[in-house]
């Protein structure tokens, strides 16, 4: 059962060209758990729909039109570049967390979105998901395989891989001791400054930090970087909504036989967290999906620092 009602926008949109909605949905999930989910529509009624998706700091404010969310798809997502609210329309969401016990599955995500389509009054749409987007992408593929146009997923593989895991529950670990010691933002802050060295390639690090020019952004060495990065994921991720997102990538499993849409996919040679290797695994097990393989110094994150190669990638026919 689902319910949805429109939203007043929180803050204008980022040009006034630029048509926009908000959605929230009330619906029960197929686990039987009751949740609301909240999403932002760009561009033109009736135009081609995209629903994207990113990593775990994601959310419905894809081009950053809010004061306090940055756009966390800059240089692809937004008027001229591959996704286009001026011809597009494009949907984005708040992922579920902490409010499904314990904690949501990239179906539960799938099925979020499903609602918030169906609220918008958007019946087929291409998928674009990066990291754990991507996951969720490559879910919604397999649940709604009539619906979905196109599967572009970057940077995501079908299942975690065992490091990536062996990582994630060390930084788990460190925000429940933080929890249990009434810091549960120091424990996120922690986490994060972790994964902020599997994100990127020990090569950028050399070359950023290794002799940095002094009074320049990196001067003040590697240490000040991570915990700048630290005590702002800190500052507006709740420790819950943490380890619920964390434990989700860790029990992903996807069913990638169920896919049927056009699907491309992109690896980065250098990425660590999501080996390009598992990634051309997954190519294999989808039936005509088309590889790419770029190299990056940015490793994982490549999907968010290399926007003329991804810009390239999804305007490809």
């Given amino acids: 059962m689902t319910s949805a009602s429109p939203l007043e926008a929180e803050c204008p949109a980022s040009s006034p060209d630029i048509v926009t909605e908000d959605h929230i949905c ?49 240089g692809v997502a937004g008027p001229g570049h591959a996704l286009d609210p001026l011809e597009t329309r494009l949907l984005a969401f708040d992922f579920l967390a902490e409010e499904v016990a314990p904690f949501p599955t990239v179906d539960d995500q799938a099925e979020a979105l499903l609602a918030l389509a169906d609220a918008a009054g958007i019946d087929r749409f291409r998928v674009v998901g990066s990291s754990y987007g991507g996951m969720i992408a490559m879910a919604l593929a397999a649940k709604a395989g009539a619906r979905v146009t196109r599967l572009d997923v970057l ?42 060295t599997t994100y990127r390639t020990a090569d950028e690090f050399a070359a950023r930090f290794r002799n940095p020019e002094p009074g320049s952004r990196d001067g003040d060495g590697v240490e000040a ?26 029990a992903v499993a996807v069913d990638v036989s169920a896919i049927s849409a056009p699907t491309r996919l992109l690896a980065v040679d250098e990425d ?46």
């Fill in 26 to 74: 009330a619906l029960e999930l197929s686990s039987g758990a009751w949740v609301e989910t909240r999403g932002r529509v760009y561009g033109p009624v009736g135009a081609p729909a995209v629903i994207v998706l990113g990593g775990i700091s994601a959310h419905r404010f894809l081009l950053g039109d809010h004061a306090e969310r940055e756009g966390w798809c800059p």
């Fill in 155 to 196: 940077c995501a593989a079908d299942r975690p891989h065992p490091m990536s895991t062996a990582l994630r529950a060390i930084q788990r670990d460190i925000v429940r001791f933080g929890l249990s010691r009434g810091d549960g933002a120091g424990g996120v802050d922690l986490a994060r400054r972790i994964a902020m």
């Fill in 225 to 250: 970087y991570l915990a700048a990065r630290g005590g702002d994921y800190a500052a507006r991720t709740r420790p819950e909504r943490f380890l619920a997102l964390s434990h989700s990538m860790d």
């Fill in 272 to 317: 660590r967290l999501v080996p390009a290797s598992d990634i051309a695994d997954l190519a294999g097990r989808i039936p005509g999906a088309q590889l790419t393989r770029i190299s990056s110094l940015y490793g994982h994150d490549a999907f968010l620092k290399e926007t003329g190669k991804v810009n390239a990638f999804l305007k490809a026919p």
